[in-house]
């Protein structure tokens, strides 16, 4: 028997909800962002919210990462590779002011959110003490939250973000983690 794409996200979402938290985990190009844009976008009875990570190319080049609201309302600069600043990750320059200025435009964790995701807790977002902050106190509360971990990175994605939530996620908490 064939489901619809709403039943079969309605099951993802229960089990989402019965683990509270999910981290998404695999090699960079395997699919976590494409996974979390899809669980922010068809549940919208959740009301997810956070943001989504995705590369800012020119003509075929990168040129570093931009930040948008799951609503698509807002959005920021990451990491450009034209900007200096004292926070290097590879190539880019962390935009930590205006990183830390778009988490505001999240308001969480919101009286209408159901679900918060992000894409990713890496080490460019794991620069803001404001961002590391949000996790943690996000892990402590009933609102579920996904997020996608790069395995591996810059220094290694997963090493800064294992740091920050490993404690609350870990064996013994309601969190999963799930390769891709």
């Known amino acids: 028997m064939m489901r619809s794409c709403s039943s079969v996200w309605s099951g993802r979402m229960t089990t989402v909800i019965a683990a509270r938290n999910i981290f998404i985990t695999g090699l960079p190009g395997g699919g976590k962002t ?13 009301g ?25 309302t807002e959005t920021g600069v990451l990491a ?13 320059i962390v935009n930590l002011g205006g990183f830390e200025q778009f988490l ?17 807790i890496g080490n460019r977002e794991c620069l803001s003490g404001k961002f590391r902050g949000r996790v943690l106190s996000l892990l402590d509360t009933p609102v579920p939250v996904s997020a996608t971990i ?5 220094r290694s994605s997963s090493s800064a973000a294992c740091a920050i939530i490993e404690p609350k996620a870990g064996p013994g908490s309601q969190g999963l983690f799930i390769p891709v």
């Open 80 to 92: 450009p590779v034209d900007i200096r600043g004292p926070y290097p990750v590879g190539k880019y």
């Open 34 to 46: 494409t996974l979390i844009k899809e669980l922010a976008h068809e549940p919208r009875e959740f």
């Open 150 to 154: 790069a395995l591996k990175g810059h």
């Open 104 to 120: 505001e435009f999240l308001r969480l964790p919101g009286p209408s959110a159901r679900l918060i995701i992000f894409d990713e």
């Open 48 to 72: 997810p919210v956070g943001f989504f990570t995705e590369e800012i190319r020119e003509h075929g080049s990168r040129k570093g990462f931009k930040l948008t609201t799951h609503d698509e």
